[in-house]
């Protein structure tokens, strides 16, 4: 079976992107982060991404990365499928996350393009190219700018060996429909961000989305994918306008990753504060957040 097939195989449903637990003193809190990820997994959910932009990857050192890479490995123990972040500004130090993540056991990573500067596109290309080339473990592209509206760019990369995934980040819909027709055949088209983004990804055959609210609250997902299961499309689009887009609404206006470690703490789960540039969110922005919450039912 090679790395598509298998990917193709576990990664259904949701993908919760795990912020990562800070104590209040700012270093990464490591049991939090454990016990984290044996609550996402004992509630259900079967797919784990830790050190994506949610995980604030980007205010973290390469040795704590690293650590928080192997937590979460080793607490999942095979009950979940864990995509790791390993994006970075510079190819070779992604590259040698890759190459941690395969050493540790995870399943694939999630990697970034170079987010602070690249020449062109064809450097783009390169960044995957070697990444894809110089290790063996399944790598999800992610597409969160502007410039994979270029196809002839998403043909070359879709071709490259080892690239099982693409989390579709970009809020496209139509590049998102893109991803699906012309290449849903040869990579698992994850969508970006939310349940509703997914109504759409569904329709053209995306098997997985990355989750909104189910970072605090697993079951309110894991029922918006039984609805569409069922092909209750109606109960599922309630879901959507009915708790996510009022959560949705609050949390991005307070910081959408620093709001979601609020939530969890809400919630009796590990968050903490952030590091910056990210702000933790006030105490007038968690009681905006506490309002909304009750309101739509799930404190």
Known sequence: MTHRDEFRARVKGTV???????????????????????????????????????????????????????????????????????????????????RYAQETGADAVLVCAPYYYHSSPEAIFHHYRTLAEENDIGIVIYSNREFMDNLELVDRLASLPNIVGVKEATGSYPLYQQWCEHHGDKVVVIGGGSMKHFLWGNLWGSPAYFA????????VELDFLRHLEKGDLEAAKRIVLEIEAPYMEVAIKHDWFASLKAAQEMFGLPGGPSRLPVVTVSQAGRQELRDVLTRIGLL
């Open 16 to 98: 919760v992107p795990m912020p990562t637990p800070f104590n209040d003193d700012l270093s990464v809190d490591l049991e939090g982060v454990r016990t984290y990820t044996s609550f996402l997994i004992e509630s259900g959910v079967q797919t784990i991404s830790p050190l994506g932009t949610t995980g604030e990857f980007f205010t973290m050192t390469p040795q704590e990365h690293r650590e928080v890479m192997k937590a979460v490995v080793e607490e999942a123990a095979g009950r979940a499928v864990v995509i790791a972040g390993a994006g970075h500004s510079g190819t070779a130090v992604a590259n040698g996350l890759v």
């Open 212 to 219: 909104s609210v189910a970072n605090f609250c697993p079951q």
